[in-house]
């Protein structure tokens, strides 16, 4: 699978749009981008997945340029509730579990 | 509709113990995959089960084991505890076959050995 390289914390106040920025230069033809959310002493929570250009939910935007190698999580006016931590995962849609590595996500920390 | 059920939340133990921890998938989920987390090795994978079939194992002693039942939930089970076990262990399921990097997780079984 594709290492993933994203900051290890990033600070932020309430009402900001936050972009936390991920790195994958081995990204495969067929590999997603996967976010995934982790409040302390909770399992990840499945955030948005994207291919390419731009997938917006209710949630978070995923900003994917063209040549795919870096993605941008876009959290828009965070609150308090936000601080977690942030995995980016790259890899097939479909693929077993196995294969879905967490490398040390980012720690965000929302102040008021 | 009902998400990952992990029990218990938390568990104390001794050393030399053995310990079942306790997982129901989403219904209508078939996959289900086992995970630790500590604070120092981050979020590493156990092993992971479909139809009642051990798909793929971790890099984990053999005294980690796991089964799941014909109704998906699944069990895992640690014997002999040592110290290093003590961790959050998630669980995750998946709809399809081929599994999902869009995993649905569980809140987790805080396990404390003593």
């Known amino acids: 699978l594709a290492k993933t390289t994203q900051p290890i914390s990033m600070d932020s106040y309430e009402g900001q749009e936050v972009n936390i920025t991920c790195s994958h230069n081995n990204i495969a033809t067929n590999d997603y981008i996967t976010w995934y959310q982790q409040f302390p002493s909770q399992g990840p929570r499945f955030i948005i997945q994207g291919y390419k250009t731009k997938v917006t939910n209710e949630v978070a935007s995923l900003f994917i340029p063209a040549d795919r190698k870096s993605s941008t999580l876009s959290l828009p006016r965070v609150s308090l509730s936000d601080t977690a931590v942030y995995y980016c995962?790259?890899?097939?849609?479909?693929?077993?579990?196995?294969?879905?590595?967490f490398g040390s996500g980012t720690r965000l920390s929302i102040r008021p | 509709k009902a998400g990952v059920t992990q029990t218990p939340r938390y568990l104390i133990k001794t050393r030399g113990q053995q310990v079942t921890l306790s997982c129901s998938p989403i219904?209508?989920?078939?996959?289900v995959s086992w995970y630790q987390q500590t604070p120092g090795q981050g979020l590493q994978f156990l092993f992971e089960y479909f139809s009642e079939t051990q798909r793929n194992k971790g890099n984990f002693p053999g005294r980690f084991s796991g089964r799941q039942f014909s109704n998906s939930r699944s069990e895992m089970n640690v014997s002999t505890l040592e110290l290093g076990d003590s961790a959050l262990y998630l669980c995750?399921?998946?709809?399809?076959?081929?599994?999902?990097?869009?995993?649905?997780f569980g809140q987790g079984t805080r396990l404390t050995v003593v």
């Open positions: 995750a399921s998946s709809p399809g076959q081929g599994g999902s990097t869009e995993a649905f």
């Open positions: 995962l790259v890899g097939p849609a479909y693929s077993s579990a196995s294969k879905i590595i």
């Open positions: 219904s209508g989920h078939r996959s």
